[in-house]
């Protein structure tokens, strides 16, 4: 059973920075392929990047194309959240995941963390 859990959420102005972590424990993080998700107030959970397990081929969702940047170490098994460039619409609570096989998909996904907010002031 793998445990996830996202210190790093926060409060920041828009065009601003902020990077998320994600440490997982219980399990062999190198075998799973980490995902990011989202879910802002009435909407569903989407997709935000995933990276995966030794490839380290990433994947985003056109909305944070070349703003947001996910990277891994699997040494410290944890996973990584770059966002730059941030808006309002980016506010949302994050998820962490881990899965495998997995790319884009939230079903593919096993593992979820509990969840940390993101709030862009404009």
């Known amino acids: 059973q793998v445990q996830l859990v996202e210190p790093g959420g926060g409060l920041v102005q828009a065009g601003g920075s902020l990077r998320l972590s994600c440490a997982a424990s219980?399990?062999?993080?190198?075998?799973?392929?980490m995902g990011w998700f989202r879910q802002a107030p009435g909407k569903e959970r989407e997709f935000v990047a995933a990276?995966?397990?030794?490839?380290?081929?990433?994947y985003y969702a056109d909305s944070v194309k070349g703003r947001f940047t996910v990277s891994r170490d699997n040494a410290k098994d944890t996973v990584y959240l770059q966002m730059n460039k941030l808006k309002p619409e980016d506010t949302a609570v994050y998820y962490c995941?881990?899965?495998?096989?997995?790319?884009?998909?939230?079903?593919?996904?096993?593992?979820w963390g509990q969840g940390t907010q993101v709030t862009v002031s404009s």
């Open positions: 990276i995966r397990r030794t490839s380290g081929r990433t």
């Open positions: 219980g399990g062999t993080f190198s075998s799973y392929t």
């Open positions: 995941a881990a899965g495998w096989p997995a790319t884009v998909t939230s079903e593919e996904y096993n593992y």
